[in-house]
């Protein structure tokens, strides 16, 4: 008799299965915080077994990694549509930074990206993937900077590695705000941003 993990599992039923519980998961790291959710806390959130969740996932690290690695990839879908259209990169990303402000201003889905932060305090595991995350964030923007409609791709790699990190700064500091201040709007916070990054988008004199 084969082991039960060995079995033939339907690909489309298997990556249901695990969306299932990803989003299981990140509703009770929003409520309980990282230890506060056990993986019996997960399983009964996503009305599955223990045991059948560790037929996709590890550990609560798997879990997060797989987060992780879904946020990476609305990141990189976002990224793929400023590239296909048309015009300057300037005007593309001034356009659809409204998409950012969102992202990180939405409480709600960013909550588990402030557990994942504050994990990564303590959990060097956790902490190399977040670094790995930023990393390769960080080389997509660098890509869309140094394309050729890009007005600052001939800048140094110093200056355009300062200019990503700032902005990065600037778009995660968002959430602190909203958290902080849940009064703050979109609009009135691209009152101010959408000049300040035009400026780190252009070249300085």
Do not use: W
Request: some cysteine; proline content about 3%; charged content about 30%.
């Amino acid at each position: 008799m084969k082991p039960k993990n060995k079995r033939h599992i339907d690909p489309a039923l298997a990556e249901a299965r695990r969306n299932q519980v990803l989003t299981a998961a990140a509703e009770c790291f929003r409520r309980k915080g990282f230890h506060g959710a056990g993986m019996a806390e997960i399983s009964k959130t996503a009305g599955m077994s223990a045991g059948h969740i560790y037929n996709y996932f590890d550990s609560k690290e798997a879990i997060i990694e797989s987060i992780i690695e879904k946020d990476m990839e609305e990141m990189f879908s976002i990224f793929q549509e400023f590239e296909e259209q048309p015009g300057d990169i300037l005007t593309v990303l001034l356009n659809g930074l409204n998409v950012g402000v969102q992202r990180h201003m939405d409480t709600g889905e960013c909550a588990v990206d402030l557990e994942m932060l504050a994990e990564a305090g303590r959990n060097n595991k956790v902490a190399t993937l977040l670094r790995d995350a930023d990393t390769k964030a960080r080389n997509r923007m660098r890509q869309l900077l140094m394309s050729e409609r890009s007005v600052i791709k001939e800048i140094s790699a110093i200056e355009l590695e300062s200019r990503i990190n700032v902005i990065f700064s600037v778009m995660a500091g968002l959430l602190l705000r909203k958290v902080l201040y849940p009064e703050l709007t979109e609009e009135t916070v691209l009152i101010a941003l959408r000049p300040a990054i035009k400026t780190l988008l252009m070249p300085f004199e």
